[in-house]
């Protein structure tokens, strides 16, 4: 089956800089999307990746390897306003969204 | 602006009723999505269509059914609501078909008693 794997919630601090895992078992790949949600809202796309590396934008980042079936999403000097949960998505061989559960992030002054 | 809008926002029905839920997009993107999210779960795909009198089945459409008659508008039916599709629905539109970025309407939150 298809499954993709997040932590559940995580705590971190404002200024400092935090990293959320996500992995996947799919059939296929044909790139990977984080997600931001806060609270009550809709999701909104923050990244997207589909070859192996580092992709940087802003105080966000996203990191891919297919070989692992692994992400990762690094947020830098975090925000109160930081406070969401965060969504890893697959695309997979027939380009449907296979989404993880959500890793909800609080953040402490 | 363009923009994606559900409506009802906020729905409490009884078992066995038929509910339709509005989402009308004015990207004009030729992709809608009707998804579900539950607490513990990731978004399950309910319908798609890629297009005007296009329409799929997703992971769990059982008790679902979309229509797809203009560009704008992706109505989604729970033909007898159950208790078990007490949920928070988004409707969703992309561009193309590979693009993955999605837009998501606010949401619509309904409860079936």
């Known amino acids: 089956g298809q499954n993709i794997d997040q932590p559940t919630e995580m705590t971190a601090t404002e200024g400092a800089i935090v990293q959320i895992n996500c992995t996947y078992q799919?059939?296929?790949?044909?790139?990977l999307f984080w997600y931001q949600q806060h609270a009550g809202e809709a999701p909104t796309f923050l990244s997207y990746?589909?070859l192996d590396g580092l992709e940087e934008k802003g105080r966000f980042s996203s990191f891919l390897s297919r070989s692992k079936g692994y992400s990762y999403l690094l947020l830098k000097e975090l925000q109160m306003k930081d406070s969401a949960s965060y969504l890893c998505?697959?695309?997979?061989?027939?380009?449907?969204?296979?989404w993880g559960a959500g890793t909800k992030l609080i953040i402490k002054p | 602006d363009a923009e994606i809008t559900q409506s009802p926002r906020h729905k409490i029905t009884e078992t066995g009723r038929q509910v339709t839920l509005a989402c009308h997009q004015t990207?004009?993107?030729?992709?809608m999505f009707w998804y579900r999210q539950d607490l513990g779960h990731g978004l399950r795909l309910i319908h798609y269509?890629?297009?005007?009198?296009?329409?799929n089945k997703g992971e769990v459409s059982d008790g679902y059914s979309v229509s797809r008659s203009n560009t704008e508008d992706l109505p989604l039916t729970l033909e007898s609501a159950a208790s078990s599709q007490t949920s928070v629905y988004f409707c969703?539109?992309?561009?193309?078909?590979?693009?993955?970025?999605?837009?998501f309407g606010e949401g619509s939150r309904l409860t079936v008693l």
């Open positions: 969703a539109s992309s561009r193309t078909f590979e693009e993955g970025e999605l837009f």
């Open positions: 990207w004009n993107h030729n992709n």
């Open positions: 269509s890629y297009g005007v009198q296009d329409t």
């Open positions: 799919t059939s296929g790949f044909n790139g």
């Open positions: 990746n589909v």
């Open positions: 998505a697959v695309r997979d061989s027939n380009y449907q969204l296979i």
